[in-house]
């Protein structure tokens, strides 16, 4: 079975530090993409970054990159320069050719952003 | 217009109501989604329509009734509902319904149901 797994329900960072979300994902599937979405308090659900499993070079969109290690089937988030703004549920998700067109979602982690 | 609108923002009934949630996206998307949330759970996918078709029903119950009247509508009927159907409910579309495209999502539709 194709599966996301995010270790921390929780995290916390200070404001304009730095902090890093975890995911793992397990596939026997080659083409796969990655996602990560976050929802804040109250507001849509966007999304943040994606990685296709076949790009080698890692996912960056301004202040968050993520650090995508194939072998060790691992996608962490990373959030730089943290803002209050970046409060909320992160959730890692995955499609996984051979399934079905739905995405796998990891049960979430949320960021609170301390001033 | 990069946006999916969702209406009622609330909603509540009772067990013996009829009522309709609706979903409405102007981008172009082939494929629309409902998905029940629970509060601090992942999004659980119920519904997917593409081009107008439902492609893939995830063993919902028949208190739950999806339609698409068109490629930017979405609404999910809902009759004779529990307790337990009381959540977030969330709608979102993509490009052409492949699991590698980016969902749009709207703000949801918080129902209670009493």
């Known amino acids: 079975a194709q599966t996301v797994t995010q270790s921390q329900p929780e995290m916390s960072v200070q404001e304009a530090e730095t902090v890093t979300l975890s995911c793992t994902y397990d596939t026997s599937e080659s083409d796969y993409y990655l996602f990560w979405y976050k929802q804040p308090p109250s507001r849509q659900m966007i999304l943040v970054i994606r990685?296709?499993?076949?790009?080698?070079q890692n996912a960056t969109e301004n202040r968050f990159s993520v650090n995508f290690q194939k072998a060790a089937k691992s996608f962490s988030l990373k959030i730089s320069d943290s803002q209050l703004g970046d409060a909320a549920m992160y959730f890692c998700a995955s499609w996984f050719q051979g399934g079905s067109e739905k995405l796998v979602f990891g049960k979430g982690t949320k960021l609170t952003v301390n001033p | 217009d990069t946006e999916v609108t969702q209406t009622p923002k609330h909603l509540v009934m009772g067990m013996t109501n009829k009522k309709s949630l609706k979903c409405e996206q102007h981008m172009g998307h082939r494929a629309m989604y409902w998905y029940k949330q629970k509060a601090k759970k992942p999004p659980e996918l119920m519904f997917v329509?593409?081009?107008?078709?439902?492609?893939i029903n995830e063993s919902v119950p028949s208190r739950f009734s999806p339609e698409c009247p068109n490629s930017s509508l979405l609404n999910l009927h809902l009759h004779a509902l529990q307790p337990e159907d009381s959540a977030l409910y969330l709608c979102a579309s993509s490009l052409r319904g492949s699991g590698r495209d980016e969902q749009f999502f709207g703000p949801g539709t918080r129902l209670t149901v009493l």
């Open positions: 329509y593409s081009y107008e078709k439902l492609s």
């Open positions: 990685q296709e499993a076949y790009k080698q």
